[in-house]
């Protein structure tokens, strides 16, 4: 199904492209840097995403293919509005060493196992508690933001060796990481992909 795209968000595009040059991006690095930056009105994304485009051609693949999605919390579920999603965080409970969020990623994981799309763009200790588990993930989506941990989670995640988008700096957010996969969800599917 086509996505109608709105005139202002093709008009933001196109003064977003008139001031930044994102042509030499590959095609999905493009659209998660477009959006991400559309959605934070942020140029400064462009340098400070990091992403590997093979890893972001597997995950289009697994996201179109059904993998599940999974969120650290509602305010990112919300920004994703064409695809269900996973948010256990209404379930957990901190405990002793354990944050809610930590614990809301432990609940996900027992519910989706591995080959999920992981989107987490609030708690740098849900990050950290997914790089503890065996996820085996599709992608994470590593975006959280803050001042405490924030920047350390997204290191640790880039250390892992797990295909993620992250970002170098303190900033991130829900906003930011829902339109991470929002990227991927809107961007086409190629026909190869549709029929195999």
Known sequence: MNRVVHPIEQESYR????????????????????????????????????????????????????APVVVDVEMVAAGITRRETVCRLKDAVAGPGLTRSAHAIRLAYEQVGPGALWVIGNAPTALEELLTLDADPALVIGLPVG?????????ALRESGLPAVSNVSEKGGSAVASAALNALLYHPVPHSEETS
């Open 147 to 155: 001042f405490v941990g924030a920047v350390e989670s997204k290191a």
């Open 15 to 66: 003064r977003l492209r008139a001031r930044l040059d994102t042509s030499h991006f590959p095609a999905l690095t493009r659209a998660v840097v477009e959006r991400v930056i559309h959605s934070a009105a942020d140029l400064g994304y462009a340098t400070d995403l990091v992403m590997a485009e093979e890893d972001l051609v597997r995950a289009h693949a697994a996201l179109h293919a059904g």
